[in-house]
């Protein structure tokens, strides 16, 4: 006997991504700030200066990579249940990537899911952690293996938060914003090597031209069975230097800067990329001052830990890989040898 249970049914996911002076926010229901203390201290108060809710309560947990666990998730589950929080209860993610993404996997978990809302205080997140409803965290085998799709009812991106970032923070960002003008629009890139981040019209313009291009990926390939997966342009090199450094030696930003670089060292072995396309991104990356090297100590280790990325499947292990600039390849076909060569270059 076979019995049928039929789930068919259309859902709504759509947001808005604000990129604007926070608005004044009002829930009526119960609200948790997620956070931590060094964001809380800069900006707390501002934000609860916006927030109306029937409760409000804050969740503060460590800040940096290596708190992005399962500890820090309980954490905000357990402030959620000593709260009494039900299901339609809110979460409010206010922070960077690290904070959005625990928050989003807590608010995923919680009850079987409840709602929650980003408000990303750093540039990175702004241009890219925020949007797309990736959530998770951390464990001993790499970089965000335990998660879940969980897509937030709104996101709120105010400049008011990057006024406060440590010049390092701001350029892990900026390598995020060069990440999605290699891969889509060379005509953006172009546009990057000669715009001044640091005012504040033209970084308002790299923002929204970030989040227009991860908005028109995701509403293609949401839950990354093709074309999405291309976001991820240097991470499956910079997540095995963030593991082998233990999330404490480089900034996520930094990490994917260095990954592209080492993608875009494969494009050109490849004949995908020219020389001077390379040159010329990791030109751009470094006029922000972000690192375009990193020491392997161990290539075959490397390179056995690209199979704990996500994207790779069985034996097969998939590379991110720009066509010149513009353009990009999501390809499982290249040869061991040939990436072994490249990673070869900056053995010790």
């Given at each position: 006997?076979?019995?049928?249970?039929?789930?068919?049914?259309?859902?709504?996911?759509?947001?808005?991504?604000?990129?604007?002076?926070?608005?004044?926010?009002?829930?009526?229901?119960?609200?948790?700030?997620?956070?931590?203390?060094?964001?809380?201290?800069?900006?707390?108060?501002?934000?609860?200066?916006?927030?109306?809710?029937?409760?409000?309560?804050?969740?503060?947990?460590?800040?940096?990579?290596?708190?992005?666990?399962?500890?820090?998730?309980?954490?905000?589950?357990?402030?959620?249940?000593?709260?009494?929080?039900?299901?339609?209860?809110?979460?409010?993610?206010?922070?960077?990537?690290?904070?959005?993404?625990?928050?989003?996997?807590?608010?995923?978990?919680?009850?079987?899911?409840?709602?929650?809302?980003?408000?990303?205080?750093?540039?990175?997140?702004?241009?890219?952690?925020?949007?797309?409803?990736?959530?998770?965290?951390?464990?001993?085998?790499?970089?965000?293996?335990?998660?879940?799709?969980?897509?937030?009812?709104?996101?709120?991106?105010?400049?008011?938060?990057?006024?406060?970032?440590?010049?390092?923070?701001?350029?892990?960002?900026?390598?995020?914003?060069?990440?999605?003008?290699?891969?889509?629009?060379?005509?953006?890139?172009?546009?990057?090597?000669?715009?001044?981040?640091?005012?504040?019209?033209?970084?308002?313009?790299?923002?929204?031209?970030?989040?227009?291009?991860?908005?028109?990926?995701?509403?293609?390939?949401?839950?990354?069975?093709?074309?999405?997966?291309?976001?991820?342009?240097?991470?499956?090199?910079?997540?095995?230097?963030?593991?082998?450094?233990?999330?404490?030696?480089?900034?996520?930003?930094?990490?994917?800067?260095?990954?592209?670089?080492?993608?875009?060292?494969?494009?050109v072995a490849l004949g995908w990329m020219s020389p001077e396309e390379a040159t010329r991104v990791k030109t751009l990356l470094e006029h922000y001052d972000l690192p375009t090297t990193y020491t392997i100590d161990d290539v075959e280790q490397f390179y056995e830990t690209f199979y704990l990325d996500k994207k790779s499947a069985d034996s097969a292990i998939t590379f991110i890989?720009?066509?010149?600039?513009?353009?990009?390849?999501?390809?499982?076909?290249?040869?061991?040898?040939?990436?072994?060569?490249?990673?070869?270059?900056?053995?010790?």
């Amino acid at each position: 006997m076979t019995i049928d249970i039929n789930l068919k049914k259309e859902i709504d996911l759509s947001y808005k991504v604000t990129i604007d002076t926070l608005p004044q926010l009002h829930f009526d229901t119960k609200v948790a700030v997620v956070t931590n203390p060094t964001v809380s201290a800069l900006h707390l108060e501002y934000l609860l200066s916006k927030l109306n809710a029937k409760e409000v309560h804050v969740i503060t947990v460590p800040d940096g990579e290596e708190y992005k666990n399962w500890e820090s998730i309980e954490t905000v589950l357990e402030g959620m249940f000593e709260a009494r929080f039900n299901r339609n209860s809110l979460l409010i993610a206010f922070g960077g990537g690290v904070i959005g993404d625990m928050t989003g996997f807590a608010a995923s978990i919680y009850q079987r899911g409840i709602d929650f809302v980003q408000i990303p205080t750093t540039l990175l997140s702004q241009v890219d952690a925020s949007v797309g409803g990736k959530t998770g965290f951390n464990n001993k085998y790499g970089k965000n293996l335990v998660g879940a799709f969980h897509q937030p009812k709104a996101v709120y991106a105010d400049a008011h938060f990057l006024q406060t970032l440590p010049k390092r923070e701001f350029a892990a960002g900026v390598a995020e914003v060069v990440k999605m003008a290699v891969c889509f629009d060379a005509e953006f890139f172009s546009w990057l090597e000669s715009a001044d981040l640091t005012d504040a019209q033209q970084l308002a313009e790299a923002v929204a031209k970030s989040v227009q291009t991860k908005a028109w990926v995701v509403a293609q390939d949401e839950k990354e069975r093709g074309l999405r997966a291309a976001l991820n342009y240097g991470h499956t090199f910079g997540h095995v230097i963030e593991k082998e450094t233990n999330y404490t030696g480089f900034l996520h930003g930094e990490a994917v800067a260095i990954g592209m670089v080492m993608a875009n060292d494969t494009a050109v072995a490849l004949g995908w990329m020219s020389p001077e396309e390379a040159t010329r991104v990791k030109t751009l990356l470094e006029h922000y001052d972000l690192p375009t090297t990193y020491t392997i100590d161990d290539v075959e280790q490397f390179y056995e830990t690209f199979y704990l990325d996500k994207k790779s499947a069985d034996s097969a292990i998939t590379f991110i890989i720009p066509k010149s600039l513009g353009g990009v390849e999501i390809t499982d076909a290249i040869d061991a040898d040939l990436i072994k060569e490249v990673l070869g270059h900056y053995a010790r």
